[in-house]
T-cell receptor
Framework: DGGITQSPKYLFRKEGQNVTLSCEQN?????MYWYRQDPGQGLRLIYY???????QKGDIAEGYSVSREKKESFPLTVTSAQKNPTAFYLC?????????????FGPGTRLTVL | GQNIDQPTEMTATEGAIVQINCTYQ??????LFWYQQHAGEAPTFLSY????GLEEKGRFSSFLSRSKGYSYLLLKELQMKDSASYLC????????????FGAGTQVVVTP
């Protein structure tokens, strides 16, 4: 099946620990994005990547890091420097950087830091 | 930057019509998207407007006026399954596909 996979759906971590959220796609899309969603708020962009081995900070990159070593994968690490990491994290992809195509979203990972 | 406003919540009866407004302020504009998001799930694409006018897709229609910085999503013949959050998102120019999202409008459909 073609699609975007984010696992696990629910993740629990202790405060002060780094955690890596996975995002894998087999849609052959060039662009990938990470968003964070908090209750009552819209999606906010954390990082994005237009091509392998290249990525850019979004609006709320502090306390997060990413890598893009393969076209299919764009993992997000939530570090201990992120002040309030508990949130719903969504990964999205798009065929190419510019242009009118919509973004496609993965099922999301709900991270709870205890 | 972008400022995107949409109502927090709307309630309507099954079979009725609901119109969700979205206003935006932007220094550059390259398209407006509407997404539907059920609780705890991923957003799914509904519509895309880049030129002024109305786009119709079955029970859902979306309208754009670039001069007014205004869009609406019209949901007709409401069904219980339409109860969800509806997200308005703007793509600025030279944004490499990045989207700026509004906070979402929670639509509650009652029997």
């Amino acid at each position: 099946d073609g699609g975007i996979t984010q696992s696990p759906k629910y993740l629990f971590r202790k405060e002060g620990q780094n955690v890596t959220l996975s995002c894998e796609q087999n849609l052959n899309h060039d662009a990938m994005y990470w968003y964070r969603q908090d209750p009552g708020q819209g999606l906010r962009l954390i990082y994005y990547s237009q091509i392998v081995n290249d990525f850019q900070k979004g609006d709320i990159a502090e306390g997060y890091s990413v890598s893009r070593e393969k076209k299919e994968s764009f993992p997000l690490t939530v570090t201990s420097a992120q002040k309030n990491p508990t949130a719903f994290y969504l990964c999205a992809t798009k065929p190419s950087g510019q242009g009118g195509d919509e973004q496609f979203f993965g099922p999301g990972t709900r991270l709870t830091v205890l | 930057g972008q400022n995107i406003d949409q109502p927090t919540e709307m309630t309507a009866t099954e079979g009725a019509i609901v119109q969700i407004n979205c206003t935006y302020q932007t220094s550059g504009f390259n398209g407006l998207f509407w997404y539907q998001q059920h609780a705890g799930e991923a957003p799914t694409f509904l519509s895309y407007n880049v030129l002024d006018g109305l786009e119709e897709k079955g029970r859902f229609s979306s309208f754009l006026s670039r001069s007014k910085g205004y869009s609406y999503l019209l949901l007709k013949e409401l069904q219980m399954k339409d109860s969800a959050s509806y997200l308005c998102a703007v793509r600025p120019t030279d944004s490499w596909g990045k989207l700026q999202f509004g906070a979402g409008t929670q639509v509650v459909v009652t029997p």
